[in-house]
């Protein structure tokens, strides 16, 4: 199972419609996907209706409460499956921070489940801080997939993410943390300033980017208050069909082992 972090401390860049869109895009093609919904504010739980229907979230596995098997819920979709997030996980910045190896409770979690083998990636929608779970996240993963919103601003806090990043390598928490490609999002065709950022963005990281860029539309607005995928709720629009490229196109890296430790 390859655990991929989605995340990046910048709120508003497409995080969790990444972390939903890719996911659902993974199963559909005959991955077999846990998507970990490690906010708080359960967006990516919402996302794919599973807000009402959910027995329990990650926060039990993390404090111990419950093993994280239990909390496998399954989807609408054929290979997809998830583990809730709820409220009670803003706890989990002073619960788990006074555990013993704070750092390591989320990969303790996720290798109860690694173990079965019941699934090929293990996706993680980051909450946008540099707190406890994002940083428990980051032990946790094989690779990092970092979204970027095309605006004027782009890499603002990049710097900060890869600076953790090493940190994490570099404790011993997390060695072999790779960053699996950094993704352009919320293009917008009809400005001037998305091309230049794309360009500005390839020319400084050149084959960490993404070929796939992630169009702005307002069917992305619309799917999460249907608490549907946008692969659901707009299959043949633009935004179904660049998730379903960026599904293809992880899967083209992880075949040729492309990651990077740095950026």
Do not use: W
């Not at 583990?83 to 910045?93: C, Q, S």
């Not at 290798?111 to 090929?120: K, M, T």
């Not at 404790?171 to 998305?194: K, Q």
Request: overall charge negative.
């Amino acid at each position: 199972m390859k655990i991929i972090a989605v995340t990046n401390q910048k709120g508003g860049v497409g995080k969790t419609t990444t972390s939903v869109n890719l996911s659902a895009a993974l199963a559909e093609i005959g991955q077999r996907v846990l998507l970990v919904d490690l906010d708080p504010q359960a967006s990516a739980t919402s996302a794919l209706g599973l807000k009402e229907l959910a027995s329990g979230s990650i926060y039990q596995a993390l404090i111990g409460a419950r093993p994280a098997r239990e909390l496998v819920q399954p989807t609408r979709m054929a290979n997809l499956s998830a583990i809730p997030a709820d409220l009670d996980m803003a706890g989990t910045e002073v619960e788990v921070a006074r555990m013993d190896d704070h750092l390591l409770q989320l990969r303790r979690v996720l290798g109860d489940i690694r173990e079965q083998n019941a699934f090929d990636f293990a996706i993680l929608d980051c909450p946008p801080s540099l707190g406890i779970l994002m940083l428990n996240a980051l032990a946790a993963a094989d690779e990092i997939l970092v979204p970027i919103q095309c605006e004027y601003y782009a890499l603002e806090g990049l710097s900060l993410l890869m600076e953790v990043t090493e940190k994490i390598r570099a404790s011993g928490a997390n060695p072999g943390l790779a960053i699996s490609g950094l993704l352009l999002t919320m293009y917008d065709m009809r400005t001037n300033l998305s091309p230049a950022v794309v360009k500005e963005v390839r020319d400084h990281f050149q084959e960490v980017v993404y070929d796939v860029v992630i169009p702005r539309t307002v069917r992305f607005a619309e799917a999460p208050s249907h608490a549907r995928t946008i692969l659901e709720h707009d299959p043949n629009g633009t935004g179904a069909a660049a998730y379903r490229a960026l599904a293809k196109e992880l899967l083209e890296r992880q075949s040729r082992g492309l990651a990077f430790t740095s950026a």
